[in-house]
């Protein structure tokens, strides 16, 4: 049976526009990977009417409702006494999640912090429900079937919410259907949505079981090849030759399949190699050495970043000749490549980036177009550089710069060409 979900976030701050709305974004994603179609989002605010109403209308069009917020201890957190109510349902108090949020307080929370009695408003949970453990926050969550909808209810905060989904509701939801459904995810980087969809838009529109679908994300591309099998071992025999079909035809576009980012993929290159890398970093701000950093044992690869905002700073830190700026302006190839080879020398590495560009909105007053960026890689005495047009969007100019720097090391570290 092929199901349907209606996604419901429910609270006054996400139509007031104060906090994004990532959670149905996120499992709307979540959702595609099961095979569950997500036909509409609602968002409504901290009112039981209006959510009544909401639900109303959900149980007509979708078999499977999910909600997000409004499981917390405040007044206006009201979504579990709501949604009880719109299906008959009693509210019953659940000693042993009791017990669970008083050990939370004890062990994650100041140990001496008293759990006020509004509190326990998070454990009076829907009779008969499948109670979805909170291992990050205090709200457990639950699934009921009612009416012949499933409802899930899931807490607000991001966080929360996604572990929630992937430790509970995921499997909760997968026994709907009694198959397996195993999805990879390819990642792209060098060529924009448009064209991977152009590329493979004939054989997107036959494939049936698996599916073939593209997401962009942040400057790159991720395909998602999904299927639907008895069990996992077939499924994944269905997915192998669409993935090798697709790596046929983009070739070394593909930095991944199920990693997570450009820098974890460089991240694990280097490593394996046995290199080090350093960099300098204009137009990025230290946006490199933040991505890299952010991975837990990325010590061991990186060494360090100078911030090389000014020119003088160029020069100080990592020794871009003065002769170099004058003749050719801080945003340039030449200027690039010594900020590289600087980085490399100052740090003591195997590989070193330098990054320096006009990345806008307004312009510096030479001739040079908002956007332009220059990335080099020196790698091991070799030095390589691209010149790339980013447009005038400030961060997405110094994000995609990033990527196209972790991208070269990549390209560098597996033989394919990098310029």
């Known amino acids: 049976m092929k199901h349907s979900a209606e996604i419901i976030s429910v609270g006054t701050e996400l139509l007031l526009g104060n906090i994004t709305n990532t959670d149905a974004r996120?499992?709307?994603?979540?959702?595609?990977?099961?095979?569950?179609?997500?036909?509409y989002h609602t968002v409504v605010g901290d009112n039981p009417e209006r959510l009544k109403d909401v639900v109303a209308i959900a149980k007509k069009r979708a078999d499977i409702i999910i909600t997000t917020g409004g499981l917390g201890p405040t007044c206006d957190d009201l979504t579990k006494q709501t949604l009880a109510e719109a299906f008959g349902l009693k509210l019953i108090y659940d000693e042993q999640e009791a017990e669970t949020m008083r050990q939370y307080f004890k062990t994650r929370l100041?140990?001496?912090?008293?759990?006020?009695?509004?509190?326990y408003q998070q454990v009076y949970l829907p009779e008969g429900c499948t109670v979805f453990h909170n291992t990050c926050g205090t709200a457990p969550g639950c699934a009921f079937e009612a009416q012949g909808v499933h409802?899930?209810?899931?807490?607000?905060?991001?966080r929360e919410c996604m572990t929630m989904f992937r430790l509970s509701a995921m499997p909760y939801l997968q026994k709907l259907?009694?198959?397996e459904i195993i999805s990879h995810n390819l990642h792209i980087f060098g060529m924009g949505e448009s064209s991977v969809e152009d590329r493979l838009r004939s054989r997107m529109l036959e494939l049936q079981n698996p599916t073939l679908a593209p997401y962009a994300k942040d400057g790159e591309v991720r395909l998602r090849v999904t299927a639907k099998a008895a069990s996992a071992d077939e499924a994944e025999a269905l997915c192998r030759p669409v993935i090798e079909e697709v790596r046929g035809i983009l070739g070394s576009l593909i930095y991944g399949v199920d990693t997570d980012s450009l820098e974890n993929t460089a991240y694990g290159l280097l490593k394996k190699a046995g290199k080090t890398l350093a960099a300098a970093e204009s137009c990025t701000g230290g946006l490199l050495a933040?991505?890299?950093?952010?991975i837990p044992g990325a010590s061991s690869v990186f060494l360090g970043s100078a911030v090389t905002y000014a020119s003088g700073a160029k020069t100080a830190l990592v020794g871009v000749s003065p002769a170099t700026l004058a003749a050719h302006g801080a945003v340039s190839a030449e200027v690039?490549?010594?900020?590289?080879?600087?980085?490399r020398r100052t740090f003591g590495s195997d590989l070193g980036i330098g990054i320096t560009g006009l990345v806008g909105p307004d312009g510096d007053g030479s001739d040079t177009p908002v956007g332009t960026v220059f990335i080099a890689l020196d790698a091991e005495g070799t030095i390589y550089c691209r010149g790339v047009h980013l447009g005038t969007d400030r961060q997405r100019g110094r994000t995609m710069a990033v990527h196209h720097a972790f991208d070269m090391i990549r390209r560098y570290l597996t033989g394919l060409e990098i310029e």
Request: proline share 8%; charged share 20%; hydrophobic share 40%.
């Open 26 to 39: 996120d499992i709307s994603i979540m959702l595609s990977e099961l095979g569950i179609n997500v036909f």
């Open 110 to 119: 100041h140990a001496n912090r008293p759990i006020t009695q509004n509190n």
């Open 151 to 158: 409802v899930l209810m899931l807490p607000g905060p991001p």
């Open 177 to 179: 259907s009694g198959d």
């Open 290 to 294: 933040k991505r890299i950093t952010d």
């Open 336 to 343: 690039a490549r010594e900020m590289a080879s600087g980085a």
